[in-house]
């Protein structure tokens, strides 16, 4: 884990609804007790961690304080847009840019204008020299990146974008960002999964991107909310004796003692056993499936409870911290 929260940006992407956010936030937490100071970024307009961590959202283009050594920001792309121009136009004022028409052609109908406006900004993140003189650099910015497709098209937007220009300061600027990305020292990527065959064919299709687009691939893959796989052979034969006993029993007759309640509650209890049981094998029969691809995986064990708080946060950051 020390190689990997050594460079600069961590991009954390994957299937929609397997936990990214839950990842990068683990991961960010994990960065912030060993001293590195610590960005998680939000795009899409996700301004979710200041309320896990119990603090009020500050708005889009804010960097908060978590705790120590953590902030969160969530990319707002029209300020992202007005910081630029003001960089890009020296003298001239970045809010004059921002409304000429030109500027507002290129920002509504240039296709990934936005995208590549939140890279850029992204990457002033990693600078230690920021736009603002007053702002500081981070050691590490964790980018909790779109679902796979959408996260694709915006690591690409650089690349598109430089082609289009191909000289200039967009085309400068969008080069500095595409070597960042391309950078093994200073970016790698993490796909983040769950158990079933859907997310895992993705997470394969976002690698095959990942090389195809920048010539880099998944430094790892973390599965999250795997089941523990609990029962050996001989117990789960001994839970199919116990339930099929019970069924087998022959409903109450006039002046018979009447079914306990405790037999139903036997049954009951080893028919979801055996169904946990299955469904941890599965998950597992689709970590095989990527391990077989050569992908160094994590599992993150399942968290029990009512809602995914600070606390089971913390204790994945944990877990991550002995596995990855």
């Known amino acids: 884990m020390t190689s990997l929260l050594e460079r600069k940006l961590l991009v954390v992407t994957g299937k929609g ?6 990842i990068a936030s683990a991961i ?4 912030a007790d060993r001293g590195l100071r610590t960005l998680v970024v939000e795009v899409s307009n996700q301004d979710r961690l200041p309320e896990l961590f119990g603090l009020s959202a500050q708005g889009p283009g804010v960097e908060t304080e978590l705790r120590e050594s953590l902030w969160s920001l969530s990319v707002d792309p029209d300020r992202a847009l007005l910081e630029w121009l003001q960089v890009l136009g020296g003298r001239v004022s970045g809010r004059l840019l921002a ?3 030109t500027f507002q052609y290129f920002t ?3 296709p990934g204008a936005k995208e590549l406006v939140s890279m850029v900004k992204i990457w002033e ?7 603002h003189g007053r702002a500081v650099g981070y050691d590490l910015v ?5 679902a796979t497709g959408h996260a694709l098209g915006m690591l690409q937007s650089p690349r598109t974008f430089r082609a289009i220009a191909r000289v200039g300061p967009i085309a400068a600027q969008a080069q500095q960002v595409q070597a960042l990305l391309q950078d093994p020292r200073r970016c790698g990527y993490l796909g983040v999964a769950q158990g079933t065959e859907m997310a895992v064919r993705e997470t394969v299709e976002l690698d095959a991107g990942l090389r195809r687009e920048l ?7 973390i599965v999250n909310a795997v089941l523990p796989q609990r029962f050996t052979g001989a117990e789960l034969t001994r839970l199919a004796q116990l339930s099929d006993g019970v069924r087998a029993q022959r409903a109450p007759t006039p002046g018979s003692r009447p079914r306990r309640a405790s037999d139903s509650l036997t049954r009951s209890a080893t028919l979801a056993a055996r169904a946990v049981h299955q469904r941890a094998r599965y998950q597992h029969n689709q970590i095989a499936r990527l391990r077989r691809r050569r992908f160094q995986v994590v599992s993150i064990p399942f968290q029990f409870g009512a809602e995914l708080d600070l606390p089971a946060v913390t204790r994945i950051a944990e877990h991550l911290a002995r596995k990855l």
């Open 17 to 22: 609804g397997v936990g990214r956010t839950t």
């Open 215 to 221: 010539d880099r691939g998944l430094h790892a893959v």
């Open 125 to 131: 993140l990693t600078q230690s020299k920021r736009w």
């Open 28 to 31: 960010g937490l994990l960065a």
């Open 99 to 101: 409304s000429s028409s």
């Open 142 to 146: 964790l980018l909790d990146a779109p």
């Open 108 to 110: 509504a109908a240039a």
